[in-house]
């Protein structure tokens, strides 16, 4: 099992930054993807970016430019750096790690929390 525990969040002005950060703790695997998705109201739950443990990245085109992800050195740690954030950045976001085990592609999630950028 792994657990995942986010923080940061909250309600900025368009223009403005947010971190958001994710820590991994339980049975991690060397090899895995961290990644931040997002839920808007009454949409489905879209990737924004993901970084995989041998630093590949992969990022949302709505973010390229805006938003970086990072990990520490340890990998545990992943982190989403937000900068000039538009009311379209609105959502719940959810931290996610995947990572295989026996064989089969496992994704856990966090709780999720909320992003507000008013206009």
């Known amino acids: 099992q792994v657990q995942l525990v986010e923080s940061g969040g909250g309600t900025v002005q368009a223009g403005g930054s947010l971190r958001l950060s994710c820590a991994a703790s339980?049975?991690?695997?060397?090899?895995?993807?961290m990644g931040w998705y997002r839920r808007a109201p009454g949409k489905s739950r879209d990737l924004v970016a993901a970084?995989?443990?041998?630093?590949?990245?992969n990022y949302a085109d709505s973010v390229k430019g805006r938003f970086t992800i990072s990990r520490d050195n340890a990998g545990n740690t992943e982190s989403l750096q937000m900068n000039s954030l538009k009311p379209e950045d609105t959502a719940v976001y959810y931290c996610?790690?995947?990572?295989?085990?026996?064989?089969?592609?496992?994704?856990?999630w966090g709780q999720g929390t909320q992003v507000t950028v008013s206009s």
């Open positions: 996610n790690l995947n990572q295989r085990e026996f064989g089969v592609n496992r994704d856990y």
């Open positions: 339980g049975n991690i695997r060397s090899r895995n993807t």
């Open positions: 970084l995989t443990s041998d630093g590949s990245t």
